[in-house]
């Protein structure tokens, strides 16, 4: 464990990557920043345009975090596939802690823009059945009448659509449905889809709906006769991926839909080349996350 932290300085990767193309505030973006003294150790910075300071962990998974030598670590632990307790285990550090810390780096992971499709694009999707797993108070739960009250109506499912393209190019997407329809080919796809794709799916005239709207032509593969093949075993894999985790509670499909997206489009390992690759990733994302308002994320309702 030690040979990590010691050989990864994750502060200095943070410092060259947010700094490459100069000084930018964690805040509002704004390039009018000066350096400001020094806070913990660690350098800080002071914005002129929206007066806030900042350090180099400022809008980062590491924000606040007590123990940021650890995290190199922990990322080996996490492209391993060890779970939360066997990583607590390596790592001496509680269990909660890195379910907080898992969560911000697959929000980071999640807020990596999706690029534009290319040509032709498959759609697949599936059905989950809603998990409150972890949820506090499941037994007192209200019957459906009370239902805005709670998170989700009774019957509700959890719809996961995935798109990709030729070149491997994809998108993923869980929301909140009590059945399919074309708000959740909008929810995922809307903003990536133009009139210069085909759509190429299976039946739903849900996508037949949506492409008619966007005017953008479409193969439906049962009555052209193709198969599509890709997108569905994607989604089966990443099932069979999930496997591992014994359930997540649904409010999170989509952090995990983004770190499975991430594994399989970067091959990565758990050597220091590996790790620090994700560093870097990770440094360039900003994000606001912490840890109340991860457990009040939910998923939203096409
Ligand atoms: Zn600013």
Not at 293 to 300: D, F, G, P, W
Request: hydrophobic share 35%; proline share 2%; net charge positive.
């Amino acid at each position: 464990m030690e040979h990590y932290n010691k050989v990864i300085n994750i502060l200095e990767i943070f410092r060259t990557n947010r700094s490459s193309k100069g000084l930018i505030c964690a805040h509002c973006q704004s390039q009018q920043v000066i350096r400001y003294g020094t806070y913990n150790k660690k350098q800080r910075y002071k914005c002129k345009t929206c007066k806030k300071t900042s350090t180099d962990f400022t809008n980062s998974p590491l924000n606040m975090c007590h123990f940021p030598n650890k995290w190199p670590e922990f990322i080996k632990c996490t492209i391993k596939g060890l779970s939360l307790r066997e990583s607590a285990r390596v790592l001496k550090v509680s269990y909660i802690t890195l379910f907080y810390w898992r969560h911000k780096l697959l929000i980071a992971l999640k807020n990596i823009k999706n690029k534009e499709f290319i040509g032709l694009v498959e759609v697949a999707d599936i059905f989950l059945s809603y998990s409150l797993k972890g949820q506090k108070g499941i037994d007192v739960r209200a019957p459906r009448k009370c239902g805005r009250k709670y998170k989700y109506l009774l019957g509700e499912k959890v719809c996961v659509l995935i798109a990709t393209d030729q070149s491997r190019n994809i998108t993923s997407r869980a929301t909140l449905n009590l059945g399919f329809n074309k708000r959740c080919v909008y929810d995922a796809i809307g903003d990536l889809i133009t009139e210069k794709n085909t759509l190429l799916f299976n039946q739903k005239p849900a996508y037949s709906s949506f492409c008619r709207d966007k005017k953008i032509t479409f193969y439906n593969s049962s009555i052209e006769g193709c198969s599509i093949n890709s997108g569905r075993s994607y989604l089966n894999n990443f099932l069979k991926w999930m496997l591992r985790f014994k359930g997540i509670a649904s409010k999170y499909t989509n952090n995990y839909l983004s770190w499975y997206k991430f594994l399989n489009k970067i091959s990565f390992n758990d050597t220091y080349i590996g790790i620090e690759k994700l560093i870097k990733i990770m440094s360039s994302e900003y994000i606001t996350e912490i840890n109340s308002s991860i457990c009040k994320q939910r998923l939203e309702t096409a």
